[in-house]
T-cell receptor, first 116, second 116 residues
Framework: AQSVAQPEDQVNVAEGNPLTVKCTYSVSGNPYLFWYVQYPNRGLQFLLKYITGDNLVKGSYGFEAEFNKSQTSFHLKKPSALVSDSALYFCAVRDKGSTGFQKLVFGTGTRLLVSP | GAVVSQHPSRVICKSGTSVKIECRSLDFQATTMFWYRQFPKQSLMLMATSNEGSKATYEQGVEKDKFLINHASLTLSTLTVTSAHPEDSSFYIC????????????FGDGTRLSIL
């Protein structure tokens, strides 16, 4: 089964500094990887995805992620953090369910806190 | 704007009550929708895959008779928590994805269910 791991429960960064939220994956075959963000008491918002092609994927709100096959990583990055980026971030991989339906398998989430 | 609408956003009710949560795809037809449960400070747990016109596919450990799923049309799936008890209190989130290609899932804003 496909899986992703987010090793950090929380990441703290000062506003204006670059941020990185880590994700590693374990898949058989080519991975379909996603990043989502969740604000309090809200559903998840899609940020970006990697299917194939360029290893650097650009997404919403200035976020980008780098797919690294040798390190099996898909870290989320942003050059300059904003206080409003403070939220819960989930990495996910697409997996095939027992009946053939595609489903998402989520990491445990990383809380990002951006201080003013 | 939102492409998946989920209602209600919050429910508070007495133990033993059955609660219905609706998930609608607003601008596309979703043959498959997903229902997740999220515990405080934890990741999303896939409960079931809702399939239009057929029975839902439940993940291991999820009680089918407890969590009834109906996907009667291509734009609406409902989750009914039957005879809810305090341990069913949680944040429930639905999602749907456009059928063509590898598309990201779009999430509803979730339903906070509190059983007294």
């Amino acid at each position: 089964a496909q899986s992703v791991a987010q090793p950090e429960d929380q990441v703290n960064v000062a506003e204006g500094n670059p941020l990185t939220v880590k994700c590693t994956y374990s898949v058989s075959g080519n991975p379909y990887l996603f990043w989502y963000v969740q604000y309090p008491n809200r559903g998840l918002q899609f940020l970006l995805k990697y299917i194939t092609g360029d290893n650097l994927v650009k997404g919403s709100y200035g976020f980008e992620a780098e797919f690294n096959k040798s390190q099996t990583s898909f870290h989320l990055k942003k050059p300059s953090a904003l206080v409003s980026d403070s939220a819960l971030y989930f990495c996910a991989v697409r997996d095939k369910g027992s009946t053939g339906f595609q489903k998402l398998v989520f990491g445990t989430g990383t809380r990002l806190l951006v201080s003013p | 704007g939102a492409v998946v609408s989920q209602h209600p956003s919050r429910v508070i009710c007495k133990s033993g009550t059955s609660v219905k949560i609706e998930c609608r795809s607003l601008d596309f037809q979703a043959t498959t929708m997903f229902w997740y449960r999220q515990f405080p400070k934890q990741s999303l747990m896939l409960m079931a895959t809702s399939n239009e016109g057929s029975k839902a596919t439940y993940e291991q450990g999820v009680e089918k008779d407890k969590f009834l799923i109906n996907h009667a049309s291509l734009t609406l799936s409902t989750l009914t928590v039957t005879s809810a008890h305090p341990e069913d209190s949680s944040f429930y989130i639905c999602s749907a994805s456009r059928p063509e290609g590898v598309k990201p899932q779009h999430f509803g804003d979730g339903t906070r269910l509190s059983i007294l």
